[in-house]
């Protein structure tokens, strides 16, 4: 599956940004959707993922709260919204997708067989 992420941007401390990521060809039926977020010099590290078929959510416990994965069923796309963001939030997100992940490595971003091309978030002070 080709997956599109979109969304990103320069913004605010405080401000808001709603990240996207389509599915091309393919629907995200059955799959785990995912974010993960990589900083300069910092390894990847998981943000948020969702499980297409029973909505379940994960996140990562500094943006919880303030960050919410969904699903748009019509459009085979998932939506992190991403409020109340703080410098430290700045980094570049890549979205990613399995179709068989388990629990356990949900957060693991080598879990995941698919890969978006990723979206700049920058968020000022």
């Known amino acids: 599956v080709q997956l599109q992420a979109s969304g990103g941007g320069l913004v605010q401390a405080g401000g808001s940004l709603r990240l996207s990521c389509a599915a091309s060809e393919r629907t995200f039926s059955s799959y785990t959707v995912g974010w993960f977020r990589q900083a300069p010099g910092k390894e990847r590290e998981f943000v948020a993922a969702i499980r297409w078929s029973s909505g379940y959510t994960y996140y990562e416990e500094s943006v919880q709260g303030r960050f919410t994965i969904s699903k748009d069923n019509v459009k085979n796309t998932v939506h992190l919204q991403m409020n109340s963001l703080k410098p430290e939030d700045t980094a570049f997100y890549y979205c990613?997708?399995?179709?068989?992940?388990?629990?356990?490595?949900?957060?693991?971003?080598?879990?995941?067989?698919?890969w978006g091309q990723g979206t700049q978030v920058t968020v000022s002070s």
């Open positions: 990613t997708a399995s179709s068989r992940i388990i629990l356990s490595s949900i957060r693991n971003p080598t879990a995941y067989g698919y």
